[in-house]
């Protein structure tokens, strides 16, 4: 009932203009993102520790964590906006865009910055959400502006 009823909400505020606060989605249930950068597909894995609704524009969220490629360790911050949501019966889609900066320890530190897409289906018999799936696709760029490399993430 409780996730029927945040689906409820979600779509309603989504119409009146006010969303609700999803700041645990990003969080992944503590699992970290699993994806690839780089034209070799390097594994990266990123994980989001903290995830905090804006309260002064309720489509904005504040998150930090660490990502990691092979030994390279970063913690970041950053911000992720919702732009777009569509609903049907059965699923729910959320766009946006997310922006990721590391902290700057050298030419191996930069920005992650691309679009997301979260999709979830509704089950209406046990009232929760299944098949949830989260995608990060963008670039990251390297602050000295040497490097930069297309990234792809996705929830597990």
């Known amino acids: 009932m409780k996730k029927l009823l945040l689906l409820l909400i979600l779509a309603a505020n989504f119409v009146l203009g006010q969303m609700p606060d999803i700041s645990n989605t990003w969080l992944n249930n503590s699992k970290p993102y699993i994806g690839t950068i780089g034209n070799k597909g390097q594994e990266l894995k990123l994980k989001i520790n903290i995830s905090e609704q804006n309260k002064k524009n309720d489509q904005e969220y504040f998150v930090s964590g660490y990502s990691l490629v092979d030994t390279s360790y970063a913690k970041f911050e950053g911000k992720i906006i919702i732009s777009k949501y569509k609903d049907s019966k059965k699923q729910g ?10 902290e700057n320890k050298g030419k191996h530190s930069g920005l ?33 502006g040497t490097l930069e490399f297309t990234t792809q993430l996705k929830n597990q």
């Open 93 to 102: 889609t959320v766009f946006g865009e997310y922006e990721f900066a590391e």
């Open 112 to 144: 992650f910055k691309g679009k997301f897409v979260y999709n979830f289906k509704w089950n209406k018999k046990t009232e929760k959400i299944e098949g949830q799936s989260i995608g990060f696709t963008g670039n990251w760029k390297s602050y000295d």
